[in-house]
């Protein structure tokens, strides 16, 4: 059994973002020699999500909106978690928008259908912050 | 390391309706002859979901009243994604729902609780659509 | 490939509560002998959650509130799956924190980002329930 580990860096400039990891999730794949077997990408942070869906600016912008109606990050004094933090809203957003995706490895490529693609979604950003791939097969 | 691949392919003939493929994932893990291991099975589509609860028709019915109040199909304008479609609402209403699942194989079996099954949720449908079994292990 | 299961049991003497499984996952992982590999976690009720999150009093409040307000207990008749049960509001619950979690292992340990913990989330307590977890790696 092989196994391979990457680690992907962000510094997303402003306290919510979007990012295609795709590109670089098939190319740690690439490095990894892997054929067959299953790969993992998580947010290593809390307030963070990795997720898989389409990659089409209006719904990127459904999701900002729908999200905040869900969690709304404001007023901060709602959330007990809330004092010398302000995020309690982006612990919530990343609980529905999830935090790791398993991909199947199939032929050396990730198995996907036509319009999957994998994302990190900064929730509260400002910093550097990372999410991790993790494969093992064959 | 065995590794074992197969499609699940569904055409659901209205919008939204779920199905319980725990039979047919079961099928596919006895073809793969794998003992040992973890089993993904998820939607290869953005707007359909494969998860794990109880196969009871009421709490079905909780589920569709629930999402289309966490996230409505209707009126179409209010999602900036609709336009050339009408789906938005089945990309929120999977984000809740879950792309996957990932199920211990034990002894040559799903390694499930009394009550789990596998479901696929279509969430866009009337057409032909897929779900992807991958399992690995020994 | 190593592969090892061992399930955590519960009873929760309320209907809700949170349990940080960090140090039993992690003495699991000793036990199994993996190096390198996958870890999953999941609950093995459907009216249960294990979830990775922030081990932090005021943000435990903050879900427990939280999805008080997204999937309410009350009324019972509100839900089509209530009748001879009245944990329809566990199963929601349950679907927004998610059945599982799947953690990499590297150098013997669970690849962990700063803060992220563990829990096994009860949402219909007062019995004996149950969590597994599943290594699978060399």
Redesign the interface.
Known sequence: ?K?Y?KELWFEIPRRRGLVNITPEVSAALKESGVR???C?V?????TASV????D????H???ER?LEK??PEKPYSH?????AEDN?DA??KR??????????V?GGKL??????QIFYYELDGLRRK?A?V?I???
Chains 1, 2, 3 share one sequence.
Do not use: C, Q
């Not at 959330?79 to 004092?83: K, P």
């Open positions: 059994m196994s580990r067959e077997g299953l993992l998580n947010a290593m942070h809390i997720f898989i869906n389409d089409e600016p209006g719904l912008a459904d999701f729908w869900l969690a959330y007990a978690h809330n004092g309690a612990h919530l609980t529905i928008m999830g935090r790791e995706v398993v991909v199947a199939t198995d996907f259908g036509p319009w999957e990372r991790l993790k093992i097969g064959e």
